[in-house]
């Protein structure tokens, strides 16, 4: 697949690039990319509560009233579930919410995302950005010579730029990657994806492996 190179005013270039099509042209599958998305949302679970049981509960151990001759059930310690302020019974506890999947399934996954994108025409090539500060207005109006400034847009970058990715921080549906940390979870979440110059060979190089 062959696609024209933008410069940041948003005019093509005379550049064109070829996409290898074992990346951005395969036949998608839409099972892999299921996997690995959900993957990825439970990894980012925290999977922190937690309750107290009876054994975790401060109070005093006496037996609270003798076993027989009340008239009501025995009842062996202040720190009983039955009780108000007691511990609770079967409460969540810390857990890891990981899921195990291949590695040529997630690699099947990236590829599959980015052959929809491709598809959609949702692939932008941009010829390079130089930011040489914090400049918030800048790149939104560099979304807006893109004409993407409306849409949910993912900017990979082919290494880690602090100016850029402060730049678009409060910009609402617009977030900044890194092209080796780029995953199936953002490239199908976002409408359009905008590669820097060199990004899409990092990504190309990355998965054909």
């Known amino acids: 697949m062959e696609l024209a190179v933008f410069n940041s005013e948003g005019n093509k270039t005379s550049k064109k690039v070829t996409l290898d099509?074992?990346?951005f042209g395969i036949e998608p599958n839409d099972h892999a990319i299921y996997l690995d998305v959900k993957r990825f949302m439970a990894a980012n679970r925290q999977g922190n509560s937690k309750t107290k049981e009876r054994a975790e509960i401060a109070g005093s151990t006496r037996k609270i009233k003798k076993q027989k001759g009340t008239g009501t059930a025995r009842a062996g310690s202040i720190k009983s579930p039955l009780f108000r302020g007691g511990g609770n019974i079967f409460g969540p506890r810390p857990r890891n919410y990981d899921m195990k999947v291949n590695v040529k399934v997630k690699r099947l996954a990236r590829k599959s995302a980015l052959s929809y994108k491709a598809q959609s025409e949702g692939i932008t090539l941009l010829e390079n950005l130089e930011m040489s500060g914090v400049r918030t207005r800048e790149y939104a109006q560099l979304m807006s010579n893109l004409k993407l400034n409306d849409k949910k847009t993912l900017l990979?970058?082919?290494?880690d730029n602090k100016n850029v990715y402060l730049s678009s921080r409060n910009l609402q549906g617009h977030s900044v990657c890194v092209a080796d940390k780029l995953n199936t979870?953002?490239?199908?979440?976002?409408n359009n994806l905008i590669f820097v110059d060199g990004a899409h060979e990092i990504i190309e190089k990355i998965l054909k492996n």
């Open 21 to 23: 099509d074992s990346v």
């Open 156 to 159: 990979v970058i082919p290494a």
């Open 185 to 190: 979870y953002d490239i199908m979440n976002c």
